[in-house]
């Protein structure tokens, strides 16, 4: 047992950052302290006193790198730690003067990237202005990789992608550190880690002019990116870290200004990504890094219109995307393989939700009238299996005239449970079997209203829900898909429904317990209608209703997992097969404790002895 901040205080715990099974963190005694626990009983061990994190740590593999300020000297630092005392040490100074507030980070906006357990970082010392720098964990493994604009003058260099164990970056070649300037240079570069591995990979554009690559997109172990070339204009280009593999992909649109490739994702047959081959208009390509491999795939609307991607996700090997065309105030949806035959135009249909079943993908269709703002209009449930014959609006579905609740839907392999509301504002819940069958009510629950189902959850391909009758008020219903499967389990409502490897957990009057059946359904405990952060872990619930329980099923082993004087709890980090959490005891004193799931008892005692303060 350990009390970071012995006395009245609490510790004050943050940054919690995982590194494979350690957790590492900061508290307060007397001052900030970076810490680790293994989550064990005297498993915890004080790093570094007298410092403030400052940025986000980074982890990469098993070391943990940060930025902090040293209040013994008052200067700032990169450290490094192994998660021991001995291996947590400060790697780089990172300011002559103490009252030099500079950044390691030289260029706002970007991240520190590792590879493997090195970190690749942009920092700037006077003698050599903002330049690449890497450390592979040693202070004297922490250097500039290369002063690549030479003297106090800046290459910006900012790691993007480890690729082929190379490193791509962007070098934007200031001739000062004034980037208000216009004509500088903005290119990509690459490093292979070592002293003189740092270079231009390409200088693209060789005009005055920068090239200003983005959109960086990797895929298929390249960099993808859009790029000026100073001639062709804003074009796609990709990397595979070499010179001769950093290219012009096509020349969509001839003449200086370019295609502006944009929204990229990732299908089974390609890269996708929008452009414009005649400066309007909106475009879909697909490439894999090549000129003959990348093809126009299809025109969005009109040659001549406006029109941009407003939503796009990958599924199942899929890109679905949904576009809007300024010129008639049109929306369309729209699916891709990456390949010409298999894109699709789905429909004019404004999409406000995609549901992934097993092997498609339902959607929720806001009107279907074009002259009516889709804000207003009514819900449309319809589906998609990556075929035009398989992507429908069920005609047969009521209009949905109620409000429509996103949250309560269930999913078995292909199989939608959700409510629904028809003409009469009978809200009752409905079943689409499969991608062809026409969506059914389920049952009528309530023959004289609506029985509003709820908190729906999957328990053994049964879908469990709250539901009223009419009769019987609010209570606990399951179903199999069919009529007669459709039946009241207990007559006592079911919220915030967890399921777990023995059945589930509910909430209604207190902490409940079922495997389906109503002798099966059981009363655990009171609980605080606050209850929050329910957790299923190693086959148990665990929750915090003011302080830390947990459950394993059973009466017995459901209560107060122990923390002595504890007034309140807060879930912090499940980190491998521990879960931490911060405990504030009744004087105000905030502290971490630590639970194994591996050395649960198999009744899950109350008062478990492996719940241990770190």
């Known amino acids: 047992m350990q009390d970071f901040n012995p006395g009245i205080d609490d510790?004050?715990?943050?940054?919690?950052?995982?590194?494979?099974?350690?957790?590492?963190f900061t508290a307060f005694h007397e001052g900030t302290a970076l810490w680790r626990t293994d989550g064990s009983e005297g498993g915890s061990s004080k790093l570094l006193d007298q410092i403030d994190l400052e940025g986000t740590p980074t982890a990469a593999d098993n070391l943990l790198y940060f930025q902090y300020y040293d209040y013994a000297d008052h200067h700032k630092y990169l450290g490094r730690s192994d998660g021991t005392p001995s291996g947590t040490f400060p790697l780089l100074?990172?300011?002559?003067?103490?009252?030099?507030?500079?950044?390691?980070?030289?260029?706002?906006?970007?991240e520190p990237q590792p590879a493997g357990s090195s970190l690749y970082f942009p920092w700037t010392a006077p003698e050599t202005g903002c330049e690449l720098w890497r450390s592979d964990g040693t202070a004297a493994g922490t250097q500039m990789v290369q002063d690549i604009l030479a003297g106090s003058d800046s290459s910006h260099a900012t790691p993007l992608a480890y690729i082929n164990e190379l490193m791509l970056l962007r070098l934007v070649l200031f001739p000062t550190d004034d980037t208000s300037q216009e004509g500088l240079d903005d290119e990509l570069g690459v490093t292979d880690g070592t002293a003189v591995g740092a270079k231009l990979l390409l200088n693209i554009n060789q005009t005055p002019n920068s090239s200003?690559?983005?959109?960086?997109?990797?895929?298929?172990?390249?960099?993808?990116?859009?790029?000026?070339?100073?001639?062709?204009?804003?074009?796609?280009?990709?990397?595979?870290?070499?010179?001769?593999?950093?290219?012009?992909?096509?020349?969509?649109?001839?003449?200086?200004?370019g295609s502006s490739p944009r929204?990229?994702?990732?299908?089974?047959?390609?890269?996708?990504?929008?452009?414009?081959?005649?400066?309007?208009?909106?475009?879909?390509?697909?490439?894999?890094?090549t000129s003959a491999g990348t093809t126009l795939i299809e025109v969005i609307g009109e040659p001549s219109c406006e029109a941009y991607v407003r939503e796009i996700i990958e599924w199942n090997g899929y890109a679905f995307f949904t576009v809007t065309i300024y010129s008639d105030d049109t929306y369309e949806f729209w699916r891709t393989d990456g390949s010409i035959?298999?894109?699709?135009?789905?429909?004019?249909?404004?999409?406000?939700?995609?549901?992934?079943?097993?092997?498609?993908?339902?959607?929720?269709?806001?009107?279907?009238d074009p002259e009516v703002s889709p804000t207003h209009a009514p819900a449309?449930?319809?589906?998609?299996?990556?075929?035009?014959?398989?992507t429908h609006i069920h005609q047969g579905l009521p209009v949905h005239s109620c409000s429509l609740d996103y949250e309560s839907w269930a999913v078995i392999g292909d199989q939608l449970y959700f409510a629904w509301c028809d003409s009469e504002s009978d809200q009752e819940l409905w079943q689409a079997a499969n991608p062809y069958s026409q969506?059914?009510?389920?049952?009528d629950i309530n023959l004289q209203g609506s029985s509003n189902p709820e908190s729906l959850a999957v328990f053994a391909n049964e879908v469990y829900f709250t539901a009223d009758d009419g009769l019987h008020g609010p209570a606990l219903w399951k179903t199999d898909g069919t009529n007669s499967g459709t039946k009241l389990v207990i007559e006592k409502p079911a919220y915030d429904i967890t399921p777990y490897s023995g059945g589930f957990f509910f909430i209604e009057d207190g902490l409940w317990v079922s495997d389906g059946t109503a002798e099966g359904t059981e009363r655990l405990a009171d609980i605080n209608v606050s209850v929050s952060d329910m957790i299923v872990a190693g086959d148990h619930l665990f929750y915090i209703d003011k302080i830390l329980k947990g459950s394993d099923g059973s009466v017995a082993g459901t209560g107060v997992i122990d923390a002595p004087n504890a007034a309140e709890f807060n879930s912090l980090l499940l980190v491998g097969n521990k879960f931490f959490f911060d405990v504030e005891n009744q004087l105000g004193d905030r502290e971490l404790w630590a639970l194994n799931l591996n050395n649960l008892p198999n009744d899950f005692q109350i008062f478990m002895p492996s719940i241990v303060r770190e």
């Open 263 to 289: 929204k990229m994702a990732a299908t089974k047959n390609g890269l996708v990504f929008f452009a414009s081959a005649d400066g309007s208009g909106l475009e879909m390509y697909t490439s894999d890094g």
């Open 341 to 368: 035959e298999g894109t699709l135009r789905l429909g004019q249909y404004y999409v406000e939700k995609m549901i992934p079943a097993a092997n498609q993908l339902y959607f929720i269709q806001r009107g279907v």
């Open 212 to 257: 200003e690559p983005s959109f960086f997109t990797k895929y298929n172990n390249l960099l993808f990116f859009s790029a000026d070339d100073g001639t062709a204009g804003y074009e796609l280009w990709s990397s595979d870290g070499t010179a001769t593999g950093t290219n012009i992909i096509t020349d969509l649109r001839p003449g200086k200004f």
């Open 380 to 390: 449309y449930l319809g589906f998609s299996d990556g075929t035009a014959a398989g």
């Open 439 to 443: 969506p059914a009510r389920v049952k």
């Open 93 to 110: 100074l990172m300011d002559d003067d103490p009252m030099n507030d500079s950044s390691v980070f030289c260029l706002y906006g970007f």
């Open 11 to 24: 510790s004050s715990i943050s940054d919690p950052t995982a590194v494979a099974d350690l957790l590492f």
